[in-house]
């Protein structure tokens, strides 16, 4: 048996000839190369049982420190005009369109009324808009029949109105979460699996299934109409590529965001509002399906532990931590067996989303875009000692511990960006019940995502139009300010506002997001050369060699956060009515 240390923990846990999570890889301990890379063996075939999915990730050279971050300056600061340092500074913003601007019955609803809008946000200054590429509508009839038609109408009116997209491969089903104002439900044909297979979908202790993603046990498993999933996953970006080949070669998208899972986040459902969860219950884990429990048990018994069970003691969705067994102090989350299940639940997502990274790539290289990867921003109970909410999502996060660095680790991978949310809110907006941290949780992640070399990109979690919330957006953004004899020391790669609206286009309030943009932009006019501002984009690179599990693992020691500034330089002053809203936020708990 071998031993593979934990992170900063220190908890061991016993390994059988396999790695304790993807039970198809063997990892065999051989010395290292010149280059440090450590050796990943395979075992099995085509045909071996697929209880996991593939290992993820080679080892990969050091690790860059902020500083190393920014690209080459192509002219030395003492020769460049004050736009071109101020250029240097430029984050693009973006905004979301709405869920339904294609309806669930794939037509192109009030192209009239959007091109208006469209135009508008171009006038304001705006870089781009996002849009949700949603499966359930174009793959809704059957298997691997696909209709772009209306989406290929909205690409047309994007690009005449001089505005760049980003689109996501959204997997998911619209309805349920946050903010979910229309229903898109996943294909047809995969509901109907479903019923004489409910497993494919999520599931709770309680045996409550949620049908708003497949859940990740059936990655590999061929259930699908002939299909795995990771296989549909495949095809479906495929045939985006090859029937929106005309909009990728001119341009006009420019980043690819991969849906891996509900809302498009990396993680699993475990506060659905459709099973009745309430901000700041602690939510459920979500892997009880019959296919997660069999893989769990065999990681278990490859352990030397075949009497383990998945928890049933960590409580329900608007539970408090102290009142579960698993949570409380001194709970199950911290001994051996506890470690192993966190350990094995958060290596599962970061499996599943490395696996489906993959095949984007693959769908995607050569094509001048990024690839970008969604983790959401879960900043209730950051401040308990357990991260109760963190945990049942599949975030591994606990003080000495840090959950997100291996995803920024796996997303390195790929070349892919990471977003993140939650970019608005303050700590001082938040319920003291909560325990909630917003403030320092996207410093963790951002700081983690900046130690790994990647880019970081980020989004507003709920709509607001007041300066208060626009300034918290632009401290996250360029957390130590304008440096205008250099580059930033910390810069994101871009923001996508939440969303447009008749409220955003209200004139007081589209006022006051014009001045918004205006220095998210650095006081510099709208660009159109993304080169000017350091953003090059070149054909998308092959996914780099898989990572072993011991050089990802590693990248759970905990490390302090980058300092932050106490507020951004590029205020937004947005009048008496603003700051009003802003302190109603506060004061509203």
Same mark, same amino acid.
């Given at each position: 048996?071998?031993?593979?240390?934990?992170?900063?923990?220190?908890?061991?846990?016993?390994?059988?000839?396999?790695?304790?999570?993807?039970?198809?890889?063997?990892?065999?301990?051989?010395?290292?190369?010149?280059?440090?890379?450590?050796?990943?063996?395979?075992?099995?075939?085509?045909?071996?049982?697929?209880?996991?999915?593939?290992?993820?990730?080679?080892?990969?050279?050091?690790?860059?420190?902020?500083?190393?971050?920014?690209?080459?300056?192509?002219?030395?600061?003492?020769?460049?005009?004050?736009?071109?340092?101020?250029?240097?500074?430029? +984050?693009?913003?973006? &905004?979301?369109? !709405? @869920?339904?601007?294609?309806?669930? #019955?794939?037509?192109?609803? %009030?192209? *009239?009324?959007?091109?208006?809008?469209?135009?508008?946000?171009?006038?304001?200054?705006?870089?781009?808009?996002?849009?949700?590429?949603?499966?359930?509508?174009?793959?809704?009839?059957?298997?691997?029949?696909?209709?772009?038609?209306?989406?290929?109408?909205?690409?047309?009116?994007?690009?005449?109105?001089?505005?760049?997209?980003?689109?996501?491969?959204?997997?998911?089903?619209?309805?349920?979460? +946050?903010?979910?104002? &229309?229903?898109? !439900? @996943?294909?047809?044909?995969?509901? #109907?699996?479903?019923?004489? %297979?409910? *497993?494919?979908?999520?599931?709770?202790?309680?045996?409550?299934?949620?049908?708003?993603?497949?859940?990740?046990?059936?990655?590999?498993?061929?259930?699908?109409?002939?299909?795995?999933?990771?296989?549909?996953?495949?095809?479906?970006?495929?045939?985006?590529?090859?029937?929106?080949?005309?909009?990728?070669?001119?341009?006009?998208?420019?980043?690819?965001?991969?849906?891996?899972?509900?809302?498009?986040?990396?993680?699993?459902?475990?506060? !659905?509002?459709?099973?009745?969860?309430?901000?700041?219950?602690?939510?459920?884990?979500?892997?009880?399906?019959?296919?997660?429990?069999?893989?769990?048990?065999?990681?278990?018994?490859?352990?030397?532990?075949?009497?383990?069970?998945?928890?049933?003691?960590?409580?329900?969705?608007?539970?408090?931590?102290?009142?579960?067994?698993?949570?409380?102090?001194?709970?199950?989350?911290?001994?051996?067996?506890?470690?192993?299940?966190?350990?094995?639940?958060?290596?599962?997502?970061?499996?599943?989303?490395?696996?489906?990274?993959?095949?984007?790539?693959?769908?995607?290289?050569?094509?001048?875009?990024?690839?970008?990867?969604?983790?959401?921003?879960?900043?209730?109970?950051?401040?308990?000692?357990?991260?109760?909410?963190?945990?049942?999502?599949?975030?591994?996060?606990?003080?000495?511990?840090?959950?997100?660095?291996?995803?920024?680790?796996?997303?390195?991978?790929?070349?892919?960006?990471?977003?993140?949310?939650?970019?608005?809110?303050?700590?001082?907006?938040?319920?003291?019940?909560?325990?909630?941290?917003?403030?320092?949780?996207?410093?963790?992640?951002?700081?983690?995502?900046?130690?790994?070399?990647?880019?970081?990109?980020?989004?507003?979690?709920?709509?607001?139009?007041?300066?208060?919330?626009?300034?918290?957006?632009?401290?996250?953004?360029?957390?130590?300010?304008?440096?205008?004899?250099?580059?930033?020391?910390?810069?994101?790669?871009?923001?996508?506002?939440?969303?447009?609206?008749?409220?955003?286009?209200?004139?007081?309030?589209?006022?006051?997001?014009?001045?918004?943009?205006?220095?998210?932009?650095?006081?510099?006019?709208?660009?159109?050369?993304?080169?000017?501002?350091?953003?090059?984009?070149?054909?998308?690179?092959?996914?780099?060699?898989?990572?072993?599990?011991?050089?990802?693992?590693?990248?759970?020691?905990?490390?302090?956060?980058?300092?932050?500034?106490?507020?951004?330089?590029?205020?937004?002053?947005?009048?008496?009515?603003?700051?009003?809203?802003?302190?109603?936020?506060?004061?509203?708990?």
């Amino acid at each position: 048996m071998t031993s593979v240390t934990l992170g900063s923990l220190g908890e061991k846990i016993r390994l059988h000839s396999r790695c304790f999570f993807c039970p198809n890889v063997l990892f065999i301990n051989v010395p290292e190369n010149a280059e440090g890379a450590s050796k990943v063996w395979r075992q099995g075939t085509k045909n071996a049982p697929t209880f996991s999915s593939p290992s993820i990730i080679s080892r990969s050279p050091p690790q860059a420190v902020a500083s190393e971050i920014s690209t080459t300056e192509p002219k030395a600061a003492s020769t460049l005009t004050y736009e071109e340092k101020m250029l240097r500074h430029y +984050v693009p913003i973006f &905004v979301m369109l !709405p @869920l339904g601007v294609i309806t669930v #019955d794939n037509v192109l609803e %009030d192209k *009239d009324k959007l091109v208006k809008e469209l135009k508008e946000l171009q006038a304001a200054g705006v870089d781009g808009v996002m849009i949700d590429v949603w499966w359930g509508i174009i793959e809704s009839k059957r298997p691997k029949q696909y209709d772009w038609t209306a989406y290929r109408s909205l690409f047309q009116a994007v690009q005449e109105c001089g505005l760049k997209l980003q689109a996501i491969m959204s997997f998911h089903q619209c309805g349920g979460n +946050v903010g979910d104002v &229309v229903t898109i !439900p @996943l294909p047809q044909w995969v509901l #109907d699996i479903g019923e004489s %297979d409910p *497993d494919i979908f999520y599931t709770n202790l309680k045996g409550n299934r949620n049908p708003e993603y497949l859940t990740l046990g059936v990655d590999n498993r061929c259930l699908l109409s002939g299909r795995t999933a990771v296989e549909i996953y495949s095809d479906y970006m495929k045939s985006f590529r090859e029937n929106i080949a005309d909009f990728l070669e001119t341009g006009l998208i420019i980043d690819i965001e991969v849906g891996l899972g509900p809302a498009g986040e990396l993680r699993y459902p475990s506060y !659905p509002e459709s099973q009745g969860w309430v901000f700041p219950g602690i939510g459920e884990f979500q892997c009880y399906d019959k296919y997660l429990q069999a893989d769990f048990k065999e990681a278990a018994t490859a352990a030397g532990h075949p009497e383990w069970e998945l928890p049933d003691n960590a409580g329900e969705y608007n539970d408090t931590p102290e009142s579960t067994e698993f949570f409380k102090s001194n709970g199950t989350y911290l001994t051996e067996k506890g470690k192993f299940f966190l350990t094995w639940y958060s290596s599962k997502l970061l499996s599943h989303g490395d696996q489906i990274l993959d095949e984007a790539n693959k769908a995607f290289a050569g094509c001048k875009l990024k690839l970008a990867a969604k983790v959401s921003g879960i900043h209730w109970w950051y401040k308990a000692d357990n991260h109760a909410a963190e945990l049942t999502a599949g975030y591994y996060n606990l003080k000495d511990r840090d959950g997100y660095r291996p995803i920024a680790r796996m997303l390195s991978r790929h070349h892919a960006i990471l977003n993140f949310t939650c970019l608005e809110m303050r700590d001082s907006e938040q319920s003291a019940d909560a325990k909630s941290a917003p403030q320092e949780l996207v410093q963790q992640v951002l700081s983690g995502g900046w130690r790994e070399n990647i880019e970081v990109a980020g989004e507003n979690a709920l709509s607001r139009y007041d300066s208060t919330a626009y300034n918290q957006i632009l401290l996250n953004a360029r957390p130590n300010g304008i440096n205008r004899d250099g580059q930033p020391k910390l810069r994101m790669y871009g923001v996508t506002y939440l969303r447009l609206s008749d409220e955003l286009l209200q004139k007081t309030n589209l006022n006051l997001f014009k001045t918004f943009v205006k220095k998210m932009h650095a006081d510099q006019d709208y660009c159109p050369d993304p080169e000017k501002y350091n953003h090059h984009l070149g054909p998308l690179e092959q996914s780099k060699p898989e990572i072993s599990i011991e050089h990802l693992l590693e990248a759970t020691k905990a490390e302090d956060p980058f300092p932050w500034d106490k507020e951004t330089d590029m205020k937004v002053s947005g009048g008496l009515f603003s700051n009003l809203i802003g302190k109603l936020f506060s004061l509203f708990k």
